[in-house]
């Protein structure tokens, strides 16, 4: 059940990231990528 959840958190921390409207600013006016494994869920 943790492995699952912590799989569920990792995909909607890489999901927000690439929905933020800054990160996609930037991949359009740099040609920036985001590297899929730099992202991490932050832990409150």
């Given at each position: 059940?943790?492995?699952?959840?912590?799989?569920?958190?990792?995909?909607?921390?890489?999901?927000?990231?690439a929905?933020?409207?800054l990160?996609?600013?930037?991949?359009?006016?740099?040609?920036?990528?985001?590297?899929?494994?730099?992202?991490?869920?932050a832990?409150?």
């Open positions: 059940i943790q492995a699952k959840n912590e799989a569920q958190r990792l995909r909607e921390a890489r999901e927000a990231v929905g933020d409207p990160v996609q600013a930037l991949e359009e006016q740099f040609d920036a990528r985001v590297i899929p494994e730099s992202v991490r869920p832990d409150h």
